[in-house]
């Protein structure tokens, strides 16, 4: 079992695409990280090709100098390196790195606010309905897909558009 005392759980604090880098078909974009909970202004940079990543979501990550797993089952010490020309100082952790039953390879575990920002992660996995000890900043997170709507809400979409134009009022005003 690998030691995981080296990982840390970080807050995403911005992602940057890596143009038009890919690996296996994903792109690539890097996340800078803050994993020093006493500077703000230390910020870790990861390349990921992890879909899930958002700014504001806390992660775990490898920082360089720790020890991973590879896919042969050896340990690999984790290096800086140039992925996708943005430099990488660690890596993000999936659920099997850290021994968690569950969880997809290669998705990013998060961990709710309630894990300090530099802490070792959690030995099994969180739920993420716990309450929140640490403050963050509030970050506007995105859904990956929007709702669509039924067959009867397009209908009275449908239908109120029809009464205002019947009525001669602007799409958007009023609401």
Same mark, same amino acid.
């Given at each position: *079992? ?10 995403? !604090? ?7 880098? =890919? ?5 690539? %974009? /890097? ?14 940079? !990861?390349?990921?090709?992890? #879909?899930?990543?958002? +700014? ?8 360089? $100098? ?5 896919? +042969?089952?050896?340990?690999?010490? &984790? ?11 660690? *890596?993000?952790?999936?659920? #099997? ?5 569950? $969880? ?22 969180? %739920? *993420? ?8 900043? #509030? &970050?506007? !997170? ?10 009867? +809400?397009?209908?009275?979409?449908? /239908?109120?558009?029809? %009464?205002?134009? =019947?009525?001669?009022? #602007?799409?958007? +005003?009023?609401?």
């Amino acid at each position: *079992m690998i030691d995981v005392s080296a990982y840390k759980v970080g807050l995403i !604090v911005q992602i940057k695409d890596c143009g038009s880098f =890919k690996t296996k078909g994903k792109i690539l %974009r /890097e996340c800078l990280i803050r994993i020093n909970p006493d500077d703000e202004a230390d910020l870790t940079s !990861v390349v990921t090709s992890a #879909a899930n990543v958002r +700014e504001g979501s806390r992660v775990v990550v490898a920082p360089e $100098g720790s020890i991973v797993w590879n896919e +042969e089952g050896e340990e690999v010490t &984790v290096k800086k390196a140039n992925v996708g020309g943005s430099v990488s100082e660690g *890596m993000l952790c999936d659920s #099997a790195m850290l021994g968690w039953s569950g $969880g997809a390879k290669g998705v990013a575990v998060q961990v709710p606010e309630s894990f300090s920002i530099g802490s070792s992660p959690p030995a099994s996995k969180p %739920r *993420m309905d716990q309450t929140n000890d640490d403050v963050v900043p #509030a &970050v506007e !997170v995105q859904g990956l897909f929007e709702k669509k709507l039924t067959k009867e +809400e397009k209908k009275k979409v449908a /239908e109120e558009r029809r %009464r205002r134009k =019947k009525e001669g009022i #602007a799409p958007n +005003e009023g609401q």
